[in-house]
């Protein structure tokens, strides 16, 4: 479970994030969803450690993570997994090297027990019989479904993805939907995704957080969103934007 309270963030002078309080449960899929440039990626930062509060507090499993330094942060970032917007791949590894490198690289585990967990990612991604190609030679869709399969191989209690359908086609994305679904089969998962994308945040989110000039101004089941009497999201769902 991770939390934020009371965030507070500016880079130099530039409010970004006023007081924003945000819970990411387990068993759920949580959307944040806001216009470009409002704070999303940096949300997802803070959530891992990578840049601190102004003040506030982020919470990870109930322990404050702002006081602490990078060697305490690594065990905090391991209860997590990242899927980047550029899904952040190595180009001259092959996928399966992909899935394995970070397994033999910090945990000293038994090679067969490398190669079950990496078999048991390429199988719920879907990539049965292209362990042996290079990303290069993938599909966007294809390669965001290995940076998927890859986040997961910590067995993390926590997923967190930044904007996973942005540049897909609709077919794509429809499909890495559908994976980031399939994540409420493994009961205790908690997954947060950060999008620009309205469809998104319908298709598959629990919950929805709506980020706007720099505050939280829904936060509730997704459904609820057409209760909401905010001039902002009446707007965008009103006019029907698809993508803000
Ligand atoms: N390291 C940084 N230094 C200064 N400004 C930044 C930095 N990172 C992001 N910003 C600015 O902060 C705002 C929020 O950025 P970001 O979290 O990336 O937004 P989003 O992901 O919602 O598009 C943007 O206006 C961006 O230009
Ligand atoms: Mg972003």
């Known amino acids: 479970m991770i939390e934020l309270r009371n965030v507070t963030?500016?880079?130099?002078?530039?409010?970004?994030?006023?007081?924003?309080?945000?819970?990411v449960r387990n068993n759920t899929i949580k959307a944040v969803l806001g216009p470009s440039g409002v704070g999303k990626s940096t949300i997802i930062k803070l959530m891992l450690g990578l840049i601190k509060p102004n003040s506030g507090q982020v919470l990870v499993d109930g322990v404050d993570i702002t006081p602490m330094k990078e060697a305490e942060l690594y065990p905090i970032r391991r209860k997590m997994g990242i899927v980047?917007?550029?899904?952040?791949?190595f180009d001259s590894m092959t996928i399966s090297q992909n899935f394995s490198f970070f397994l033999r690289e910090n945990l000293r585990l038994p090679e067969e027990?490398?190669?079950?967990?990496?078999?048991?990612q390429i199988r719920f991604a879907g990539l049965e019989g292209y362990?042996?190609?290079?990303?290069?030679?993938?599909?966007?869709?294809?390669?965001?479904?290995v940076a998927i399969g890859r986040a997961l191989i910590f067995n993390p209690g926590t997923i967190l993805f930044d904007e996973p359908t942005a540049g897909l086609d609709p077919v794509s994305s429809k499909k890495i939907l559908?994976?980031?679904?399939?994540?409420?089969k493994n009961s205790n998962l908690g997954a947060v995704f950060v999008t620009h994308i309205i469809d998104d945040v319908f298709a598959i989110a629990d919950e929805t957080a709506v980020l706007y000039q720099g505050k939280i101004i829904f936060d509730d089941l997704t459904g609820k969103l057409h209760e909401s009497d905010h001039p902002f999201i009446c707007s965008i769902l009103s006019d029907k934007i698809l993508e803000l």
């Open 131 to 145: 362990e042996e190609q290079l990303p290069e030679s993938l599909s966007g869709g294809m390669r965001k479904r």
């Open 84 to 89: 980047f917007q550029g899904n952040a791949l």
């Open 9 to 23: 963030l500016k880079y130099g002078e530039k409010l970004i994030l006023d007081k924003v309080s945000l819970t």
């Open 113 to 120: 027990e490398i190669e079950r967990r990496v078999m048991e």
């Open 178 to 184: 559908n994976l980031i679904a399939d994540l409420r």
